[in-house]
């Protein structure tokens, strides 16, 4: 499919926001729908609403057929070996939470070290702070160069025989930069330690195969890749996952419960109590669809071309200042910054008066932004339905909001 193909499939982009043309720049924080998975969320209510794995009528089969069919795309996604190995949950965040609650407080103890990066979001931080108050470990944080990205040496250098846990997101939701997963997950085997990925800024945008990194978990959320809110996914190496308990108890996740004992279910049924998210499921299974349509190594050289088209027009901004590394294949289609003399939030107001749709704020990053020396930034971020029509929009849009607070002070 085309860039205008693509963009036929998210009614949503076919709108006026203040009088203008919409341009969503906004992608990091969520993705747009295609019609594809907005439909299949429609069909599901519509036609086989009903719970899974419980009833055996009609429309609990066909419903289950489906949730677990969605598990199945997910695990070719990322190439795990198993659906046992692939876990519904609520989100990113619930699955890092799921990993630090679970496998982290019970495999730490005084003295061990779990260590994690400045650019990590809040989700992929403060577990494990609390896992550290609760264990008595100790958080490390791998050094930034001064562009923000890892070194290796750095890495290296960190890690240590202590290091029981290393957490690291697959790219920054801030800088856009791409961490070298891959080899660091090799450093932290190579003493000792598990690899956790928080992968919500990654799978969305790039091939992502979790037995060719060689990570222990990985977490990600549909919504920021064409998916329904609310349905996340939490991977784990079985042998991992088998050993580790549940953080939720009730219904769907036992096997058989007694008045003083219960036992649980197999997996990954154990990790998903309740009744599970069965439209965000099937959701997710149609984005998955989609994404594969298009090719997810399309989608990473559009993300790099729009990337590399907005750091040359976005420089010539007067003021301007762009963080992270100004190489674009260094990165995914996520530009933080900030204009001189000018409050990222005000220029988030100016630009959304012109219809395009930033961020602006700490993006759930603040021990990055202390880094950076800012307290907020703005950010831009681009997916596949981007075009640089939006890029030229923005910079107009951005050239504004200069002349505009300079005629004011």
């Known amino acids: 499919m085309d860039i205008n193909e693509i963009r036929q499939h998210f009614p949503i982009l076919d709108q006026e926001v203040n009088g203008h043309p919409l341009v969503y720049l906004d992608s990091a924080a969520t993705s747009q729908k295609p019609v594809s998975v907005i439909e299949a969320v429609n069909q599901y209510y519509r036609k086989y609403n009903s719970n899974v794995h419980r009833g055996v009528h009609t429309l609990g089969t066909l419903a289950t057929d489906a949730y677990e069919g969605a598990r199945e795309k997910v695990r070719k996604l990322i190439n795990a070996k198993s659906i046992e190995e692939i876990i519904f949950t609520r989100g990113t965040t619930t699955s890092l939470n ?30 494990w702070q609390q896992v550290a108050k609760a264990t008595g470990a100790t958080l490390k944080y791998f050094p930034l160069q001064e562009d923000g990205t890892l070194s290796l040496d750095d890495v290296k250098a960190t890690i240590t025989a202590k290091t029981k846990i290393v957490s690291v997101t697959l790219v920054s939701n801030v800088l856009g930069v791409i961490n070298p997963i891959k080899e660091i997950a090799q450093i932290a085997h190579e003493n000792g330690a598990v690899m956790v990925v928080d992968g ?66 197999e997996l990954p049924w154990k990790f998903e109590g309740g009744t599970p998210i069965i439209a965000g499921a099937i959701g997710l299974g149609a984005a998955i669809d989609f994404l594969q349509e298009v090719g997810l190594d399309k989608i990473l050289e559009h993300e ?12 010539t901004v007067e003021g301007m200042t762009i963080y992270g590394p100004q190489e674009a294949e260094k990165r995914t289609g996520v530009i933080t910054f900030n204009i001189s003399d000018v409050h990222p939030h005000d220029v988030a107001t100016v630009l959304d008066a012109e219809g395009i749709a930033v961020r602006a704020g700490h993006h759930c990053a603040q021990p990055l932004m202390k880094w950076l020396n800012v307290s907020a930034t703005a950010r831009a971020s681009f997916y596949l339905y981007n075009t640089e029509n939006d890029i030229d929009k923005l910079v107009e849009g951005l050239v504004k909001t200069k002349e505009y607070f300079s005629d004011v002070f």
Not at 100 to 105: E, M, P
Not at 203 to 221: E, T
Not at 243 to 256: A, K, Q, S, Y
Not at 307 to 314: G, H, I, N, Q, V
Request: net charge negative; hydrophobic share 40%.
């Open 304 to 315: 790099h071309k729009l990337t590399a088209y907005a750091l040359e027009k976005m420089s």
């Open 98 to 127: 799921t990993i630090a609650a679970s496998y982290g407080r019970a495999n730490l103890h005084e003295g061990d070290e779990i260590v994690i990066t400045y650019m990590e979001h809040h989700s992929n931080l403060i577990p």
């Open 200 to 265: 919500a800024q990654g799978v969305p945008h790039m091939k992502v195969d979790v037995q060719d990194l060689n990570c222990d978990f990985l977490a990600f959320s549909g919504h920021k890749m064409c998916g329904p809110t609310g349905i996340g996914v939490l991977y784990g190496k079985k042998q991992l996952l088998e050993n580790m308990e549940p953080v939720e108890f009730g219904g769907e996740m036992i096997d058989f419960v007694g008045l003083y004992d219960s036992t649980w279910k």
